[in-house]
């Protein structure tokens, strides 16, 4: 019998293997053959799965043109309009217009230009860094006004209504002649410390709307003469008009913080004279919170009011009820009920195309109840949005990770992708069958597929 030395101890060769398998597997189990300092695989403190979406599996469709787009980092202003097939940018300090369908070069004007456009009649006007305003044929490009500096502040871009141009410094509109740039007027609201939000004019009116600050901090109606800006009233708690219609202003009343002691709440919508702002009556649509147990904050949104035409939806908890607006009275009751989707969702949207619109404020995405029977539909990229606007069939949706999907809006299905390379967007243009997608520091052109228009 062969014999092997080991150790100062005899064995005999069969014995020899089984002894040295077991010492190997020993020091295997005790890490003992690892050289010192080796990596070893570690055991995860915590491991939980997700649950990704399914992939979106629709064709890439090329840009018709793209070019660069300033103000990444401005992304409430307008660095980007459309009209009369020619498409204005800021790019790179200057206005460059190009064709809509081609991306031709038209023309391009300035320089230390702010990334704020405003289209109005047949010129466009722009900010320049001083905060001068300067109006140009929205043809040719050709100068046709500019202001002194200091005529709006940084990156709040002009409103052009009618023949007049607005801007703002601080709580203080100013006006503009659209054909002159002549100084019109400007009124300050004291109690407000920002800028506020111009949103609209009516027979001579211009309303705009402030947080106003105190022992409590809510939204405030003003109503300001467009010709001689003569501030003729304001309203605390007032939001913007759902509608100025014979002479009077239609306004929803602000109503947190409301009474947790009871689940009744209500919207109420208050009518003012819209020259003197003389209260003229007050229509209130009272409903119970729904949701479980006595919690007066029920996650979700609930409160706001839409008006499209007749119809007047107001939000509860649980529901979205439409109201006949033309005709109301004490105690009045919904003529129609639509339960809204699950989840963290606010109401958004009156109808287009028969659906109501909710937004889940945690994760951006966009769901809808159907207003012929109240089936819920949802329009689901695979990943984050970062935005998405809704024109005709076509939902668009801006993901985080670099991608545009456009969906169907009638069947939910994915209808093309863009690369955009972007995490953030701005509002999302259409003019025709030409989408504009303002994707960070791009602004890219596509032709959208017949079934979403």
């Known amino acids: 019998m062969t014999r092997f030395e080991g150790e100062g101890i005899n064995y005999p060769r069969k014995q020899w293997r089984t002894a040295s398998a077991l010492l190997l597997g020993t020091a295997l189990l005790l890490g003992s053959v690892s050289p010192a300092g080796a990596a070893r695989a570690e055991t995860p403190a915590v491991s939980t799965e997700g649950y990704p979406p399914s992939p979106v599996l629709a064709a890439e469709l090329k840009p018709l043109w793209s070019m660069p787009l300033d103000g990444k980092e401005q992304l409430y202003s307008s660095a980007a309009v459309v009209g009369d097939e020619i498409v204005y940018a800021i ?31 047949r010129s466009v006007f722009i900010l320049q860094q001083d905060g001068s305003l300067a109006a140009l044929n929205a043809s040719n490009g050709k100068h046709i006004w500019k202001t002194g500096k200091g005529a709006a502040d940084k990156g709040i871009t002009p409103v052009s209504i009618g023949s007049r141009v607005y801007t703002q410094i601080g709580n203080t509109v100013h006006a503009w002649d659209a054909a002159s740039g002549k100084k019109l007027w400007q009124t300050k609201e004291e109690r407000a410390d920002y800028s506020g939000s111009i ?33 003729l009233w304001n309203a605390f708690r007032q939001a913007a008009p759902l509608q100025v219609k014979d002479g009077l202003v239609y306004s929803l009343f602000e109503s947190y913080p409301a009474d947790d002691q009871t689940k009744e709440r209500k919207v109420t919508i208050n009518l003012f004279n819209a020259r003197t702002g003389a209260k003229k009556g007050s229509r209130d649509y009272i409903f119970n919170l729904a949701g479980p147990g ?148 791009k602004l890219i052109a596509v032709k959208l597929p017949k079934a979403l228009l």
């Open 91 to 121: 790019s790179g300090g200057r206005l460059v217009a190009k064709s809509l369908l081609t991306g031709k070069q038209l023309f391009v004007y300035g320089k230390a230009l702010q990334p704020a456009i405003a289209l109005g009649g």
């Open 294 to 441: 006595d919690t007066p904050y029920p996650s979700g949104g609930y409160g706001s009011a839409k008006l499209q035409g007749s119809d007047l939806y107001v939000e509860t908890d649980t529901q979205v009820l439409r109201y006949d607006f033309s005709s109301y009275k004490t105690g009045i009751q919904p003529l129609q009920r639509y339960s809204k989707p699950g989840g963290d969702v606010q109401f958004v949207a009156a109808p287009h195309a028969g659906r109501l619109f909710f937004s889940n404020w945690r994760t951006g995405a966009l769901v809808g109840v159907k207003t012929a029977n109240g089936q819920h539909a949802a329009w689901n990229g695979d990943n984050s949005a970062a935005r998405t606007d809704v024109y005709g069939n076509g939902v668009y949706i801006g993901q985080t990770d670099g991608r545009l999907i456009g969906i169907n809006l009638a069947t939910g299905k994915p209808a093309f992708q863009v690369k955009t390379g972007e995490r953030y967007y701005r509002q999302t243009l259409k003019s025709g069958s030409v989408l504009l997608i303002q994707s960070g520091s």
């Open 199 to 231: 949103v609209g004019e009516t027979d001579g009116i211009l309303y705009v709307t402030y947080m106003v600050q105190g022992a409590l901090t809510a939204i405030q109606l003003n109503a300001i003469d467009a010709k001689t800006g003569k501030s």
